[in-house]
């Protein structure tokens, strides 16, 4: 039963649960009910025998043991009564007896005193009664016993018996019907749910989406959050794969110029007997550089590739003395650049060799851009709670139309087409900074030039020495 329950569907699991709780509720209620209305029309019955039994016990003060009247003789009589006495040996039913209805022990004990009344359901003429066998009072040694028909409490009671299952039998139809309904009607965005994540398993397409109904919208349950963050999540996947596709693209697009240049110079260099050692020196240089440009892209890719940064990595990092040998490297790489550096003590939480490429990459972004002899400033200040490290050139600036872009892959402006690089050092410094919780923006500097700043949370304040 487990097993075949698991190869039904949700909704119909759902459903056959909640009828089966509900039907388990309403049985219990109208079985109770059933009890206490035959509770209700005994009491009844019982209370009508107790009642008679005092005015035949009035009536009969004079009477002897037996039948009283000649009630138990007339068919549609609704009670008959006789008198019955505590010695074993006097007459009991039967024709010589003179009693009608049956007399056991207990009810020689109640005409003795030694028992109290009682009550019990016998049948008389083939027909249900209910008898109570009680003392008479003022008459010690004899004992009262009144039977009255109990056929319509019987018969009230398979009436009620009878109108409450089938109240109960149409109240589990009903409830099987509208908890069908209502789990078709819950789970309706799961259902939604499952067919597009089919759907984008056959086509591999996150474009689809689970469409919701304003008013499911509105709901706000477990299950439309569950859809709408289904949704959240799918176009998560879908900018990821774009963006992994616009890199491939991209990459294959930038690598494919140095590649055709590699295999030139190097179909030049396998014909080395008929250049000049001029020409073969020339050859060899420009495959040396093109084979640094083509190993530098690719590390960048590799780079670029990565979300995070490792968590073991990350340590506590003096982001003055980072930026201050960050600044010596680069002087030594572009000579002809001056560049200058008034840093603060500032300790901020990351990995070093990370912060130090994010850096690099600014400083040489901007000294690319500087013109012989303009200087390129650091600065690095303490504000409340972060640190602001500024790079700043005196170049020709970013335009408006390429600042929203200048961080994007791939991307070279007009004036940096002509320069040497792969328009992936700006993102992968700003995919650094993110990965450390920063923040890397550029604008344009007051006066002429780029002014990139980036915004890192501080760990501690260190004291102004060094």
């Not at 388990?24 to 107790?50: F, K, S």
């Not at 010690?140 to 009436?159: E, I, K, T």
């Not at 340590?315 to 790489?333: I, P, S």
């Amino acid at each position: 039963m487990r097993a075949l329950l698991r190869r039904r569907p949700l909704r119909a699991r759902l459903a056959l649960v909640t009828t089966a709780a509900v039907a388990v509720v309403a049985l219990g209620v109208l079985a109770a009910a059933y009890v206490v209305i035959r509770y209700e029309l005994v009491r009844q019955l019982d209370l009508q025998l107790r009642q008679q039994a005092q005015l035949i016990a009035q009536q009969s003060r004079g009477s002897g043991p037996g039948v009283l009247g000649d009630q138990c003789t007339w068919r549609a009589a609704p009670a008959c009564a006789q008198v019955v006495v505590a010695d074993p040996a006097a007459p009991g039913p039967g024709p010589h007896g003179g009693l009608l209805l049956p007399v056991t022990g207990a009810t020689r004990r109640v005409a003795a005193g030694t028992l109290g009344p009682y009550y019990s359901d016998i049948t008389h003429d083939g027909r249900p009664m209910r008898m109570l066998t009680t003392p008479l009072p003022g008459r010690p040694g004899q004992a009262l016993q009144v039977a009255a028909r109990s056929d319509s409490v019987d018969q009230g009671v398979r009436q009620a018996g009878l109108l409450l299952g089938a109240v109960g039998g149409a109240g589990v139809l009903l409830a099987g019907g509208l908890g069908y309904a209502a789990s078709r009607t819950s789970l309706r965005p799961v259902t939604r749910l499952t067919a597009t994540a089919e759907r984008i398993a056959a086509t591999r397409d996150a474009a689809h989406r689970i469409e919701l109904a304003p008013h499911e919208a509105r709901r706000g349950d477990e299950i439309t959050r569950l859809a709408t963050s289904f949704n959240t999540m799918l176009g998560e996947l879908e900018e990821a794969v774009a963006a992994q596709r616009r890199l491939v693209a991209d990459a294959s697009h930038e690598l494919r110029t140095p590649l055709t240049a590699l295999r030139t110079n190097a179909e030049l260099l396998a014909r080395a007997e008929r250049l000049s050692p001029a020409q073969r020196t020339r050859a060899a240089d420009a495959l040396g550089r093109q084979l640094r440009e083509v190993t530098g892209m690719v590390g960048d890719l590799i780079e670029l590739a990565r979300d995070e940064e490792p968590q073991p990595l990350v340590e506590q990092v003096r982001l003055d003395r980072l930026a201050e040998r960050c600044v010596a490297d680069a002087r030594g790489h572009w000579p002809a650049t001056p560049f200058t550096a008034d840093v603060a003590p500032v300790t901020v939480a990351g990995v070093p060799a990370r912060l130090a490429r994010l850096l690099g990459n600014l400083l040489d972004n901007a000294a690319k851009f500087s013109p012989a002899g303009a200087v390129v400033e650091v600065e690095l200040r303490r504000t409340q709670g972060s640190a602001c490290l500024t790079v700043r050139d005196h170049g020709p600036g970013i335009t408006p139309e390429d600042l929203p872009h200048v961080f994007d892959r791939f991307y070279r402006s007009r004036q940096a087409r002509a320069l040497p690089g792969s328009g992936l050092g700006l993102a992968m410094a700003r995919q650094i900074a993110r990965a450390h919780g920063a923040e890397l923006t550029a604008e344009h500097a007051p006066g002429g030039g780029a002014l990139f700043r980036l915004t890192m949370a501080r760990t501690h304040d260190e004291g102004p020495g060094r």
